[in-house]
Nanobody
Framework: QVQLAESGGGLVQAGGSLSLSCAAS????????MGWFRQAPGKDREFVSG???????YDADSVKGRFTISRDNAKNTMFLRMNSLKPEDTAVYYC?????????????????WGQGTQVTVSS
């Protein structure tokens, strides 16, 4: 079992930056694949970025070069640094976890979810 809690969302102007954190509880964090997803009103939940237990990362094309995912296994925490934010990045951001090494991009493959944090980018 892994319990997740996001923090760090907020309102920022286009071109600005925000950092999100995901605190995890449970013994299996260090062996879990972690991911960030987002969901805008009226849209499906979409993959943003993922990181394996060993630090391998994979980003959606829409955020490559702007977002950076990282994790600190000693502190059971995952991060998402978001730079050059655009209005289309506005969404509720969720962290998710799953056992294993692969980084799937479908939300259906993740077993554990946080409650989400709102990110709003104004133009």
């Amino acid at each position: 079992q892994v319990q997740l809690a996001e923090s760090g969302g907020g309102l920022v102007q286009a071109g600005g930056s925000l950092s999100l954190s995901c605190a995890a509880s449970g013994r299996s964090f260090g062996t879990s694949v972690m991911g960030w997803f987002r969901q805008a009103p009226g849209k499906d939940r979409e993959f943003v970025s993922g990181i394996s237990s060993g630090g391998t990362t994979y980003d959606a094309d829409s955020v490559k070069g702007r977002f950076t995912i990282s994790r600190d296994n000693a502190k059971n925490t995952m991060f998402l640094r978001m730079n050059s934010l655009k209005p289309e990045d506005t969404a509720v951001y969720y962290c998710a976890a799953r056992p294993g090494n692969a980084i799937p991009t479908s939300y259906k493959n993740y077993a554990y979810w946080g409650q989400g944090t709102q990110v709003t980018v104004s133009s």
